[in-house]
């Protein structure tokens, strides 16, 4: 069980009193006046601890040399013929005190005294004390040793200088016995020279202009704010960076993460740790990290549209600068899957539209010439012409239809057929196709699939000698969906660019497949597939997208 003494308690409450000083002085000054306090305070520190080893140093120093100096006085006094003749005598007092003046005169002590070897003292420089007993304590001069040591003389901590008085056979007679006070504090510190105090007081000043000056370059630096308005600062940052919905990344000219707030955290897929690491070391998608790491040249971009795995993401990346310094960037972006899909539905309805404008301009000539045959009378031939163009429509629906049983790509394979027969391409579904009808949702993100890998071959199809764009489908396995064209292909180093990086409304995407081909790649991860590109066996590329078989059959 501890125990607690009062001294304990003392301490304690000396500590607490110390600490809630402290703290009063600290309270309601500014940054820069704290850290001069606490300089102070340190210079303090410093300054009673080379005191306190200065007075130790002079205290021991004390000790050694005017202890044997009492030993010295104590010896001389000991061997003075009156004092060994006399020291029994009922008036040694008043016999011996002219010796035992002499002594302490000669030696500078305090005290000399003869004492019994019982303690009473029978001689002193101070006659008060003639009669008195002393406890001789640790002292060994009543063994016939010589002896100094500390002792505690009315009350007086006093080093004392004690020597036995031995008869002719060695038995101690008495004990003749000089002591000095030791110095003050005050009186050990002047005794180690004015040098020291001149040491201390430069200290103390260089102390205080050096702690002034800290404190001035702490207040340029924190631009005058305070504790509080720095740490207000510093909450309401955190807060704001991660309560908005944008993503913001910032990293230094070392490519090294600096910021990273909840959305960036979430839309880039990343770990909260990863403050501090490379940002091409976290999981980034690379698309992704080169936007990102190309802000060293210092070029800022507007908006990019960058299609990862998972998402559509639109990012804006500009440069962050201090006082005048590049320090680094800062990129935001924002969720634009949900845009892109409209975006891909906007563009299925504007395909539709233009393959009925198609046929509207198709159907248009063709009565105008049904016209001109029945003004001139000529029955016949519009009879063979009908049949001609029935015919024809009946071959396009029919060699879509008795392979594709889903209406909704049925449709669409059809109209795309007339629109691309517009521009001067042929749209061919490959003989071995089949696919049987599905669910309304995965119609629609097949239908988004189709419809752009078929915009896409038909554009870059146009002009092309025997311009040919041939459709394979199969749900036998999962769902494939095979696209190829007749155009210049895909070079082998962009085959995965063409997917990663879209930009709305421009048309300097590497081989013109903008958003559409993002959002191919975007569907096709949605339902757990891949999309490969490759060369066609007659030239032009070859697309090829397959889906798992439990997202078809779901």
Not at 29 to 55: H, K
Not at 179 to 192: C, N, R, T
Request: proline share 3%.
């Amino acid at each position: 069980m501890t125990q607690v003494t009062d001294t304990d308690t003392k301490e304690v409450v000396v500590i607490k009193n110390t600490r809630s000083a402290l703290v009063g002085l600290l309270r309601g000054r500014s940054l820069a006046g704290q850290f001069l306090v606490f300089q102070l305070v340190v210079v303090a520190v410093v300054l009673v601890a080379v005191a306190a080893v200065s007075v130790a140093q002079s205290t021991s120093e004390f000790r050694q040399v005017r202890g044997q100096r009492m030993i010295a006085v104590a010896e001389n006094m000991a061997a003075t013929p009156i004092v060994r003749d006399r020291y029994a005598d009922p008036f040694a007092g008043s016999t011996l005190a002219p010796d035992v003046d002499r002594a302490v005169a000669l030696s500078g002590a305090t005290l000399a005294e003869i004492v019994g070897p019982d303690g009473t003292v029978r001689a002193s420089s101070d006659p008060s004390r003639i009669g008195a007993r002393v406890d001789l304590g640790p002292s060994r001069a009543d063994e016939g040793r010589a002896w100094f040591g500390d002792a505690d003389i009315d009350g007086k901590h006093s080093l004392v200088g004690q020597v036995p008085i031995l008869s002719t056979n060695g038995d101690v007679l008495a004990i003749a016995s000089v002591s000095e006070m030791y110095p003050s504090v005050w009186a050990l510190l002047s005794g180690a020279g004015e040098g020291l105090l001149v040491y201390l007081g430069l200290g103390a000043a260089l102390g205080l202009v050096a702690s002034w000056l800290l404190s001035r370059r702490i207040k340029r630096h924190t631009r005058g704010l305070e504790i509080a308005d720095i740490a207000s600062l510093a909450d309401h940052r955190e807060a704001l960076l991660h309560s908005i919905r944008e993503g913001v990344i910032a990293v230094n000219t070392d490519g090294e993460i600096t910021l990273l707030n909840d959305s960036a955290q979430d839309l880039l897929g990343v770990p909260g740790d990863a403050v501090g690491r490379r940002v091409d070391s976290v999981g980034i998608d690379a698309a992704v990290v080169s936007l990102i790491l190309s802000g060293a040249s210092g070029h800022d971009d507007g908006d990019n549209v960058i299609a990862t795995r998972t998402r559509v993401l639109a990012l804006s990346r500009r440069a962050a600068t201090s006082q005048g310094r590049r320090i680094g960037t800062v990129t935001t972006m924002r969720d634009s899957t949900e845009l892109a899909a409209l975006q891909g539905q906007l563009s299925s309805h504007k395909s539709v539209t233009d393959t009925l404008r198609a046929q509207t301009h198709e159907f248009a000539n063709q009565l105008h010439t049904i016209s001109g045959l029945v003004q001139l009378g000529e029955y016949e031939a519009v009879r063979d012409l009908v049949g001609t163009l029935t015919r024809r429509r009946a071959e396009i629906s029919d060699a879509v239809t008795q392979h594709i049983s889903d209406p909704a790509v049925a449709a669409l394979l059809i109209a795309k057929t007339s629109l691309a027969a517009e521009s001067g391409v042929a749209l061919h579904l490959d003989p071995a196709s089949h696919l049987a009808a599905l669910e309304p949702a995965l119609a629609t993100d097949v239908i988004t699939l189709l419809g752009n890998l078929i915009d896409n071959a038909v554009d870059v199809s146009v002009g092309a000698p025997d311009a040919c764009v041939t459709i394979g489908i199969d749900d036998r396995d999962g769902l494939t969906i095979s696209v190829l064209d007749t155009g210049p292909g895909v070079p082998e180093h962009l085959r995965e660019a063409i997917f990663a990086r879209g930009v709305t409304s421009k048309s300097d995407v590497p081989g013109g497949r903008g958003i559409g081909l993002a959002l191919v790649r975007l569907v096709t991860a949605q339902h757990g597939g891949t999309i490969e590109v490759s060369d066609g066996p007659g030239g032009g590329a070859r697309f090829l997208v397959q889906l798992r078989k439990g997202t078809v059959d779901a």
